[in-house]
């Protein structure tokens, strides 16, 4: 089965701290993995996937097959970055997302 | 590019009757289309795919009499909420891909209210 964990419904961090949202996730093959965020009163968008290897605004994620986890890090938090913050998978050749329950993270000046 | 817009943003109706809500890609062609349900403070959890054409594919648990989905053309789908109850009530979100494998872009969310 498809699983995507967030553990963190809340994370608070300083505005210039490091932040590190995590994700782990259960697919018996090999998955495509995204990080999607939904700022206020937005809709949700994607942040960023495996397969790209990008640094978008300043986050990145490195999938760790053995550890089957997708975390997303930032070294320096700004205000810009609260937001919800949403894990999602999808099979081999599939187009369907499995989402995580999503983290709110929140930065504090 | 590559916006999806969703009609009504909220909705309040009566117990039993029917609500359409519509996705419609406003500067692609979407070949595939998703409808998503969100309660408060939870996740995403999809309801159904839908392509083009053909009748969409509904995941466990979603009742697809109760749940019709019409993807009539290339930037139009439509979901509508048969005999609509309280326990109905939710944040309804639809995502439209142009190629297998791209990424979705997702509608702002309509919100229906069932009193």
């Given amino acids: ?54 640094s978008i605004k300043g986050f990145t994620a490195d999938l760790n097959k053995g550890e089957t986890s997708f975390h997303l890090k930032k070294p320096f938090a700004q205000e810009e970055d609260s937001a919800m913050y949403y894990c999602a998978l999808s099979g081999q050749g599939a187009q369907k997302l499995v989402f995580g329950q999503g983290t709110r993270l929140t930065i504090n000046p | 590019g590559a916006v999806v817009s969703q009609h009504p943003s909220w909705v309040i109706c009566k117990s ?27 996740s995403l959890m999809l309801m159904a795919t839908s392509n083009e054409g053909s009748k969409a594919t509904y995941e466990q648990g979603v009742e697809k009499d109760k749940f019709l989905i019409n993807h009539a053309s290339l930037t139009l789908s439509t979901l509508t909420v048969t005999s609509a109850h309280p326990e109905d009530s939710s944040f309804y979100i639809c995502s439209a891909t142009r190629t297998v494998g791209h990424e979705q872009f997702f509608g702002p969310g309509t919100r229906l209210t069932v009193l």
């Fill in chain 1, 1 to 54: 089965a498809q699983r995507v964990t967030q553990p963190e419904k809340l994370l608070s961090v300083f505005k210039g701290a490091p932040v590190e949202l995590k994700c782990n996730y259960s697919y018996s093959g090999s998955p495509e993995l995204f990080w999607y965020v939904q700022y206020s009163r937005q809709r949700l968008q994607l942040l960023l996937r495996h397969i790209s290897r990008e």
């Fill in chain 2, 16 to 42: 039993g009757t029917s609500v359409k809500i519509e996705c419609r890609s406003l500067d692609f062609q979407a070949t595939t289309m998703f409808w998503y349900r969100q309660f408060p403070k939870q």
